[in-house]
């Protein structure tokens, strides 16, 4: 079994991996966005906007559940 620092490890490469993903899909849904605002199509617009703020909100989450990790 790993000690407590290699899980730490793990973990945190694990979860820097998700907040990589998080990133990756806000720009996707970003241009996505822009692209549905340009044609008018208000109601995806804003649903997508919502998205980009769940990402964003999700993002600052992993983030500061991986410095406690990296630091241990």
Do not use: Q
């Given at each position: 079994m790993p000690n407590n620092s290699e899980s730490n490890i793990a973990t945190a490469d694990a979860l820097t991996f998700?907040?990589?993903n998080q990133h990756a899909l806000g720009a996707a849904i970003e241009?996505?966005?822009r692209w549905?605002?340009?044609n008018e199509a208000v109601t995806a617009s804003e649903n997508a906007v919502m998205a980009m703020?769940?990402?964003d909100?999700?993002?600052k989450?992993?983030?500061d559940a991986i410095t406690?990790?990296?630091r241990s």
């Open positions: 998700l907040l990589h241009e996505f966005t549905l605002s340009e703020k769940t990402l909100t999700n993002a989450a992993l983030a406690p990790l990296r």
